[in-house]
């Protein structure tokens, strides 16, 4: 671990996908709005639908057509999840930059979750980085449970970096890893970060209240790259007691203050969370959206 | 600022009066079931009332038969809040071995919570500490917005650093900084800790997600005293926007991975915010209260 922070890192904005997939379902112009108010505050990179059954997550139903307004939008990347080879076909096809693919570092979880071993979902990781590799499409993949495991308890790090590298065998471009039930701390991190290096994106969670201070600790130990989710929505429908992802706009207030340029604009930010909370019709789990920045504007 | 923790840190728990004080009065038996849960818990210090006017503050009256029933209980620091000369003067009476007392950083806040300018509040510390003198018992010092205000945004940490010299001049036998308003960061905390050392105690809150955040960066800035309130009920009511205090739950979850002691058993914690939320009978801002231990017992 370092002293210093990173000059800049980059932000990859989940809300729309993330967040809005727990919700109701909305409307395609609706999504777009959120999508629209997220690009003008400065991602660089914005999750913006899931190619999965309509019938099991339906609040991601017609993501291809918001991957299709984004790209005619245009000015960020913009990133699709999908779970085997078809979603990546879709995803693809419908012009995604990015696929965020999957596979957990838990076997208890993926069995529970998927009905899949580990080494059963890697097969369809592997089919999943030919879709993008044949397509020019980067393949994003996120490890859950990479922090501990509520089946398992404590994953020990040569574990995860076991998984880290057969995913990058597979083809995966980019690694993140997902503390799916807010297991992660300062010290999980920094041990993990001595494994498997500080190329990863981190996605956190807010379980435990740790999302701010796995930031830090992430940022001291060389991250570059973090998921973030307006107004704090998310987490998983299957972890027990998962809370939302840690809030966009709490990490910018952070960052600021650190120094730590995000190119994103936290006044911005707050309007499009404004603009998600009218939308979702209620409470944000985002204590700055609520308080505002440290220093008002 | 090191990359070493301190192996152990004083959590002084402070549910019972900045907790309380927000709610419901509730009755001396009620406020001593509470006390006697986080005793069991391991605490060495617990805030359990308030030497104010009961009109002000009327869930702190009878703090005096609390301290008494507290006295009797024994194996903890008996912490008091006072703001003035009668009041410590009662809460030595009463039988506290510690008094709270306050004065703010900001002038602003000062002006508009106390009608007193922040030189007018140190003389009524400098009473207090002369009561406790008096009484064999100590004084903490709380500086109130030592990370910012409201009122007058960033405040340089000289500035802070010249009330706490005025205030050890005064005679307090310790200092707490108090994030009264949610500001504090670690790039502040670190500059702070540069102005007034690393013996002072810590008193944050969550208004903008960052307590566990300042709790980690304050442990590597050599910090080793930290207020925290059961549940992370709490917050100035003077304060806009102000949520909780920093969950003790929280903070000892996050220790106990760290490997920092703090002589509290989460499990049993985890009993008394069970216990005070039948006892508030509403929901509790904190996350581990919800989500339980990052590993269970």
Known sequence: MSTTLP???????????????VEEPKSVEERMGLVRALAAAGFSAIEVGSFVSPKAVPAMAQSAEVVQACK????????????????????VAAGVDEITAGVSASEGYSQSNTNMSIEQALVHVEKMCEVGRDGGVAVDLMISCAFGSPYEGEIAPSEVAKVVQLARDAGATTISL?????????????????????????????TRGTGLANVYASLLGGVTRFDASVGGLGGSPFAKGAAGNVATEGVVN???????????DLVRLLDAATLLHDLVGHDLPSPVFKAGPRIAA
């Open 178 to 206: 997902a503390d799916t039930t807010g297991m992660a701390t300062p010290r999980g991190i920094g041990e993990l970060l001595e494994e498997v290096g500080t190329d990863v994106g981190m996605h956190f969670h807010e």
């Open 7 to 21: 000059p800049s890192v980059e932000l990859r904005e989940v809300g729309p996908r993330d967040g809005l997939q």
């Open 72 to 91: 005619e939008l245009g000015g960020f990347r913009v990133v699709g999840v999908a779970l085997n080879g078809r979603g990546a076909t879709d995803a």
């Open 254 to 264: 952070l960052l600021d203050d650190l120094g730590v340029d995000t190119g994103v």
